[in-house]
């Protein structure tokens, strides 16, 4: 029972492997990008562990959870409960904020329904989610939205001519007809046109009956004016078409301040109550800081029982180094390393023991000295009596295993094997890669670009930046740097944001569904199909799985999925196809023995091979590889990438054609690479430069900062603490920097 027992893994890219892991200790993952590591912790260990979980539930309630397929595994003994924490962002709407998502609002409405002067009611009048408690006017959102009725309607055009101006309300969409149908309009008469009683008809009536509706008008259905179902559609629910139409929503919509409560959320009654001259929305605006400052000062005996558990709460928010946050900020504003270190708070106090932590790659989004507060919070998990697995890059955390179990050698296909076990001396011993890279002396790069043309931004202001002027080299590469929160991108994003010249290389996933892969986002798909339409006779919709060619089983999708009433949806992959989404009559089509199922299943570096007669396929390949993708799969759905490897597959795309006089920016780049996949995206960023481009990087690797040509230090912490700018120049200077938190970190780095 000392140790968690895989046997016979095979799950993706795993080749059948078999692994012990110490129990009650911190196992960190390592290996190549696309080596096998989440395939093995959370494709098989966690996905099990959930799987087996949700199995001791009701068939009722496992009817409303998180489905999990049975990992392609032999064997697992000894798991225990699984507690996941990765970088997936925590999203949730406008009425979802740090507070209500860590429950320290509950503590605070707590306390100001106790000592809030005047009372105005118990703690669940404090909640802008509540009716009683939210502002009238904005319904506790703090924001009102008004319709653009310029923007939303072309007066000049007629129904009949397309004048409501939104996708889901053209004159054949169902949404289209109940005007076009109504018969209370003509028309072909141009909205300019219409009397103030007939635009009022159709703007702002109420949902109602029709009295003699035309043949055509559904008979149950209701009248309701543009405007109120414009509002009800889009504006009050956060639902699917609110995420579909995003662009033409905003294009529609203006959002301000709610005049009523300016931002505050709560009703006037609500607002009255203060404790020390705050409300308890002035007081959720504080920092978490600043928060904690308040808190402290409050002198009442009758509180102390909620003021206790409330500082502790702060002060692990502000340990973990998310001390510039506001307890008032959405989360869905929140990066998937600030949406992490939140969701490593929740477990910190918790009095549960003999869990296994799995955490996926907790340095993303992190400056070094953050990660020493990550490793201390990683280390109490452990010294609790929890078995800790964590996926890591960043040689800081490898440091910290008790073991370690490196996967490889390299990637998809050529990975999937473990290469090395034990503790992090003997990995750095050993000939892997991981072990290669620890073993790595660093220093600046012996030859900077020269300096002669720079672009200057003057007096920028944004978020915690308040007036700062500053330059970066033209043709050459600059890394920004600062701790977390520091104001790095803020200064970027407002300083070069509208510039036609910027091209902003995200981590944001790309819009994709499972029936998108690489080749249909690098608009190549088509030309493959092309190929096999004319070395096989066949029509080329047939080389479709979203078209003719779909496996008429599972409709392209290679699965089958059954809703069972009550119980687990049951997956299984199609009998017909096994899986690979086409006809019968499709796969049977083969060209030099590979059928479209076989193509879809090769690497990048497989498929440049196999068409490297062709360059108009192989030439985006090659980008792709250039950016150090080569491992992927050509038919990998994009939806399953990682935030690293969709920003490079954004970069490839600027890799198959000679760009020019633009300037990059990179938002950590070498999120999810292993330091040995740095030198390759590298070599992307000097080819763009020798281009005649201009890179900026926000970056906390130390290993980037030693190839930049440019360094600009913002700081000296973060939020309030932050916003200004400690250093720029040539990257050598930056060590003498004494206020400098990064300066510290790259001299012991460079030094080692």
């Known amino acids: 029972m000392t140790s968690i027992n895989i046997q016979g893994a095979k799950q993706n890219n795993l080749k059948n492997i078999s692994v012990d892991i110490p129990k009650h200790k911190i196992t960190v993952f390592t290996g190549r990008s696309g080596s096998g590591k989440s395939s093995l912790v959370f494709n098989t260990i966690a996905a099990e562990s959930e799987r087996l979980l949700n199995e001791t539930y009701s068939t009722y309630i496992q009817h409303q959870l998180t489905q999990y397929a049975k990992p392609n595994v032999d064997h697992i003994e000894n798991l225990p409960v699984a507690m996941i924490i990765n970088q997936k962002r925590l999203g949730g709407n406008s009425r979802s904020t740090v507070g209500t998502i860590s429950d320290i609002y509950a503590s605070v409405r707590l306390l100001w329904s106790r000592i809030g002067e005047p009372f105005v009611g118990y703690s669940d009048i404090f909640s802008f989610n509540n009716p009683k408690g939210m502002c009238e006017q904005c319904s506790g959102l703090g924001y009102v939205e008004d319709i653009d009725l310029n923007e939303l309607l072309d007066f000049d055009k007629s129904l009949n001519e397309d004048a409501i101006r939104f996708p889901s309300f053209r004159p054949d969409s169902w949404r289209g007809k109940r005007y076009v149908y109504s018969g209370l309009f003509d028309n072909d008469k141009k909205l300019k046109d219409y009397t103030k009683e007939e635009l009022d008809t159709f703007l702002y009536t109420e949902p109602t009956k029709l009295k003699n509706p035309p043949e055509e008008w559904p008979r149950t259905a209701k009248f309701e004016g543009l405007i109120h179902r414009f509002r009800r559609s889009f504006l009050l629910n956060d639902n699917f078409e609110k995420k579909r139409f995003k662009e033409a929503i905003d294009r529609v919509v203006t959002s301000s301040k709610c005049p009523k409560c300016e931002g505050k959320r709560l009703s006037q009654e609500v607002l009255k109550c203060k404790i020390n001259g705050l409300d308890i929305a002035d007081f959720t605006a504080l920092t978490i800081d600043e928060a904690l400052k308040f808190i402290q000062q409050i002198k009442s005996e009758k509180a102390q029982v909620i003021i206790e558990p409330l500082k502790n709460q702060l002060e692990s928010l502000s340990y973990i180094g998310l001390h510039y946050l506001t307890l008032s900020r959405e989360t869905n504003t929140l990066s998937g390393g600030e949406s992490q270190r939140i969701k490593l708070i929740r477990h910190l106090n918790s009095p549960l023991t003999d869990l296994v932590y799995i955490i996926d790659e907790p340095s993303i989004g992190l400056h070094p000295d953050d990660i020493e507060r990550i490793n201390e919070i990683i280390l109490s998990l452990k010294s609790k009596g929890n078995t800790v697995l964590v996926v890591e890059h960043d040689p800081d955390v490898i440091r910290i295993a008790d073991h370690i179990i490196d996967l490889g050698p390299l990637a998809g296909k050529n990975g999937g094997e473990i290469t090395f076990t034990g503790d992090y001396q003997s990995l750095i011993n050993s000939t892997t890669s991981t072990?290669?890279?620890?073993?790595?002396?660093?220093?600046?790069?012996?030859?900077?670009?020269?300096?002669?043309?720079?672009?200057?931004?003057?007096?920028?202001?944004?978020?915690?930046?308040?007036?700062?002027?500053?330059?970066?080299?033209?043709?050459?590469?600059?890394?920004?740097?600062?701790?977390?929160?520091?104001?790095?991108?803020?200064?970027?994003?407002?300083?070069?944001?509208?510039?036609?010249?910027?091209?902003?290389?995200?981590?944001?996933?790309?819009?994709?569904?499972?029936?998108?892969?690489?080749?249909?986002?690098?608009?190549?798909?088509?030309?493959?199909?092309?190929?096999?339409?004319?070395?096989?006779?066949?029509?080329?919709?047939?080389?479709?799985?979203?078209?003719?060619?779909?496996?008429?089983?599972?409709?392209?999708?290679?699965?089958?999925?059954?809703?069972?009433?009550?119980?687990?949806?049951?997956?299984?992959?199609?009998?017909?196809?096994?899986?690979?989404?086409?006809?019968?009559?499709?796969?049977?089509?083969?060209?030099?023995?590979?059928?479209?199922?076989?193509?879809?299943?090769?690497?990048?570096?497989?498929?440049?091979?196999?068409?490297?007669?062709?360059?108009?396929?192989?030439?985006?390949?090659?980008?792709?590889?250039?950016?150090?993708?080569?491992?992927?799969?050509?038919?990998?759905?994009?939806?399953?990438?990682s935030g690293g490897e969709v920003q490079r597959v954004k970069l490839s795309r600027y890799m198959t054609h000679t760009v020019q006089d633009k300037i990059f920016i990179f938002d950590e780049p070498t999120t999810g690479l292993h330091e040995e996949d740095i030198p390759?995206?590298?070599?992307?960023?000097?080819?763009?430069?020798?281009?005649?481009?201009?890179?900026?990087?926000?970056?906390?690797?130390?290993?980037?900062?030693?190839?930049?040509?440019?360094?600009?230090?913002?700081?000296?912490?973060?939020?309030?603490?932050?916003?200004?700018?400690?250093?720029?120049?040539?990257?050598?200077?930056?060590?003498?920097c004494k206020d400098s938190v990064t300066a510290k970190h790259l001299q012991r780095y460079i030094s080692n």
């Not at 070395?535 to 003719?548: P, R």
């Not at 599972?554 to 899986?579: S, Y």
């Not at 201009?694 to 130390?702: A, D, Q, R, S």
């Not at 230090?713 to 003498?736: F, R």
Request: aromatic residues 10%; charged residues 20%; contains cysteine.
């Open 435 to 641: 072990g290669h890279a620890l073993r790595q002396q660093h220093h600046f790069k012996n030859e900077i670009r020269k300096h002669e043309n720079f672009f200057k931004y003057a007096h920028i202001k944004h978020n915690n930046i308040n007036d700062i002027s500053f330059k970066i080299p033209e043709q050459a590469m600059t890394v920004v740097t600062g701790v977390a929160g520091s104001g790095k991108s803020s200064l970027i994003h407002a300083a070069l944001n509208h510039s036609e010249q910027s091209i902003f290389i995200d981590q944001k996933p790309v819009h994709a569904s499972n029936r998108s892969n690489l080749l249909t986002y690098l608009n190549i798909f088509d030309d493959v199909r092309s190929y096999f339409s004319e070395n096989t006779k066949l029509k080329k919709s047939m080389f479709s799985y979203n078209s003719e060619g779909a496996c008429p089983e599972c409709n392209g999708k290679g699965v089958l999925k059954t809703e069972l009433a009550f119980m687990p949806d049951f997956t299984q992959v199609c009998d017909v196809c096994k899986g690979k989404r086409y006809k019968p009559k499709v796969l049977e089509a083969t060209v030099d023995g590979y059928s479209i199922a076989d193509i879809l299943d090769l690497t990048v570096d497989e498929a440049i091979h196999f068409f490297k007669e062709k360059p108009n396929i192989s030439t985006p390949l090659q980008s792709l590889k250039s950016t150090g993708l080569n491992y992927m799969t050509l038919g990998q759905s994009l939806d399953t990438l």
């Open 680 to 736: 390759v995206l590298l070599e992307c960023f000097n080819n763009l430069i020798e281009q005649g481009n201009t890179l900026v990087i926000i970056e906390h690797n130390l290993t980037m900062m030693t190839f930049a040509d440019w360094m600009i230090d913002i700081g000296p912490y973060a939020g309030e603490n932050g916003g200004q700018l400690l250093y720029e120049g040539e990257p050598n200077g930056l060590l003498d």
